[in-house]
């Protein structure tokens, strides 16, 4: 092969920019869809303590009107 001037490789340090991208972007999807799946998490135990309380709070109020 012919070397003309200062030609140098380029194709190594290229690949190795787009490799180190993509894997921050990954790492960054992996971060947003981690803290997704928690937020869903405590977005299910808050409906679940909403309708116990309301379930609750409906037997109570049966309860009190029912005196005999």
Same mark, same amino acid.
């Given at each position: ?5 200062? *030609?140098?490789?380029? $194709? ?7 490799? !180190?991208?993509?894997?921050?972007? &990954? ?6 869809a981690i803290? *997704?799946?928690?937020? $869903? ?7 679940? !303590?909403?309708?116990l309380a309301? &379930?609750?709070a409906n ?10």
């Amino acid at each position: 092969m012919n070397n003309y001037g200062n *030609e140098q490789g380029i $194709a190594l340090p290229l690949v190795l920019i787009f490799s !180190a991208a993509f894997s921050v972007l &990954a790492l960054g999807m992996l971060i947003v869809a981690i803290d *997704e799946m928690r937020l $869903a998490g405590n977005f299910e135990h808050g409906v679940r !303590a909403f309708y116990l309380a309301e &379930a609750a709070a409906n037997e109570a109020a049966a309860g009190w009107w029912d005196t005999g």
